[in-house]
């Protein structure tokens, strides 16, 4: 038994009704998507109803109860609740598909209306930030958002890994000069600087951040194998950076901190629920600062 099928969520914009009485609408925020399914009514309410229609039978009378979607016996086969394990399993993994594919579709038509960004990997590692200012790379002259090009002559190819293997080779020359060849921003031609990592429990440091040389370039297709294409790489680009934040979160549990894990999913839960959709804290909000504009309540029919 279903109720409803909504494409988005808040004020229904269009909405149908089939013979059987399930509603499909189209509601004004397209950033979701649920089923309404029916309440059942408690085993001591049907009880009760069945005890006075009992006795009204009894009496004499023939009026019947008023129906509504809430008179369905609790152990009604058609319920959610009542159906075997794996249509309940279908059912609610249906929800999570439906994420991923509301997900591909925006990225889609992002990419017919405006295009994608996507990021492309560039030769080189930039230095984000000085870590210790006192430390063997801002002796050394080191300044953020500098491009190391070349560590000791080896030209740093356009790899993933390249901020990995420039971290490494630090690590391996603990105490010994390092060559680097860096491009700084506003000078003509690139930099030479030679830096001595300091040695820290036993491996070479300098004290800055690395990371790849990334930079994003708009991609706009022409073709649908294009589209399809530049909308794949950018969801598995996403789903990939999400998937990587968790392992983030889950790595703090193996190492033991599991407070900085439960702070860090409280922060992350804290924040999509403060965000202005229906049916999350920070909906119900708006609604509460939207009645107290107006001086009446919503129409809960349309709200």
């Known amino acids: 038994r279903i109720n409803e099928f909504s494409i988005g969520a808040g004020p229904s914009l269009v909405s149908l009704k089939d013979s059987n009485g399930i509603i499909y609408s189209m509601r004004a925020l397209p950033v979701c998507g649920y089923v309404s399914f029916p309440r059942p009514l408690q085993p001591a309410v049907c009880n009760a109803r069945e005890s006075n229609l009992a006795n009204a039978k009894h009496e004499g009378h023939s ?22 394990p794996l249509q309940r399993a279908f059912v609610i993994c249906a929800g999570v598909v439906m994420n991923f594919l509301l997900a591909y579709f925006a990225l889609l038509g992002s990419a017919c209306v405006n295009g994608i960004s996507v ?12 870590v210790d200012v006192g430390g063997a790379g801002a002796r050394g ?49 690139p930099l030479e600087l030679d830096i001595v990592p300091d040695v820290r429990a036993g491996v070479g440091v300098i004290g800055v951040q690395l990371c790849n040389n990334v930079a994003m370039d708009k991609l706009r297709p022409t073709t649908l194998r294009q589209v399809l294409e530049i909308s794949s790489t950018a969801f598995f680009s996403i789903l990939k950076q999400t998937l990587d ?32 959709i229906p049916h999350l804290d920070g909906g119900q909000l708006m609604r509460v600062l939207l009645e107290a504009l107006r001086g009446r309540p919503l129409n809960p029919r349309k709200s």
């Open 63 to 84: 009026e019947q109860p008023e129906s509504d979607e809430g008179d369905i016996p609790h152990d009604d086969p058609d319920l959610l609740q009542n159906r075997p």
């Open 245 to 276: 934040g968790f392992v983030q979160l889950f790595s703090n549990v193996r190492q033991g901190k599991l407070l900085v894990f439960v702070a860090m999913m409280s922060i992350n839960l804290g924040l999509v629920n403060a965000l202005p």
């Open 141 to 189: 002259g080191l300044s953020p958002g500098d491009v190391i090009l070349e560590v000791d002559g080896t030209e740093l190819p356009t790899a993933a890994d390249a901020a990995e293997r420039v971290a490494r080779m630090v690590r391996a020359k603990g105490g010994k000069p390092i060559h680097l060849r860096i491009e700084r921003s506003g000078a003509h031609a």
């Open 119 to 130: 990021p492309v990997q560039q030769s080189g590692v930039v230095v984000p930030a000085i």
